[in-house]
């Protein structure tokens, strides 16, 4: 789970759990990608790779790859309007180390954090069908398997939420979105629901800077109290919301 070389030329990923460059699982979103090699041939254009610490105690679950960040750039949250929410939260918090500036190459470098996408295309509109969900799932159970220390989720948006509760062998009617919430899942992490820091949800206030801190600053006191129960009596019980 090393940090991205940026590399538009990198070779398909082989045997790190991550999908190739060139995946083909889903013939949509391997159609935008090939129109937006020939349209822009310097930006990424490839399936984001994960970011972050290699035994993460928390992992941040976003949607899929921005047109102007992380399918340009080869960085998740990197490069668009999410960006400097993001970064700066989890810098002010702690959880990062840099500055943000927006260039891939000098982007902030998680502390105790994995970044990870439910999907990792590009999808049109910023929206993927349900079975491109389903299909691109196998990745971030691979990925959040491979985190032996991993004590927090965060799930940004509801499409998120729903493929890291499944990940996490969690009940959706159980585990119900909301920003803040908090829901317990088998074998001890706890999944905290946040609405997606997208440019839309800024600019709407539905997200704001607080309330957008206010879920990381839950995170850390998950993570320091060893005297909250993590072992849910269901699976998927909400703690809190």
Request: net charge neutral; proline share 12%; hydrophobic share 40%.
């Amino acid at each position: 789970m090393d940090i991205a070389t940026l590399d538009p030329a990198a070779p398909p990923a082989a045997s790190d759990g991550q999908p190739p460059r060139d995946c083909p699982r889903c013939p949509r979103l391997a159609g935008l990608r090939d129109a937006l090699r020939i349209e822009h041939p310097a930006w990424w254009n490839a399936p984001v790779p994960s970011l972050g610490d290699a035994d993460p105690w928390l992992a941040i679950v976003g949607l899929a790859p921005g047109l102007q960040g992380g399918n340009r750039t080869g960085r998740p949250f990197t490069g668009d309007r999410s960006g400097p929410l993001f970064w700066n939260t989890l810098i002010a918090a702690g959880l990062a180390e840099g500055v943000y500036t927006g260039r891939a190459a000098d982007g902030p470098v998680p502390a105790g954090v994995a970044i990870v996408n439910a999907v990792r295309c590009l999808p049109p509109e910023n929206r993927p069908t349900p079975e491109e969900i389903r299909t691109c799932r196998p990745f971030l159970e691979t990925d959040l398997a491979a985190m032996p220390s991993l004590r927090v989720v965060v799930a940004l948006g509801a499409v998120a939420h729903q493929s890291a509760v499944k990940v996490l062998g969690g009940r959706l009617p159980k585990a119900r979105f909301a920003h803040l919430a908090e829901h317990r899942m088998p074998g001890g992490v706890v999944l905290i629901d946040s609405y997606h820091c997208s440019r839309y949800n800024q600019n709407t206030g539905r997200l704001t800077p607080e309330m957008f801190a206010a879920v990381f600053a839950r995170a850390i006191e998950l993570r320091d109290n060893r005297t909250i129960p993590l072992v849910p009596d269901a699976p998927g019980d909400s703690v809190a919301g």
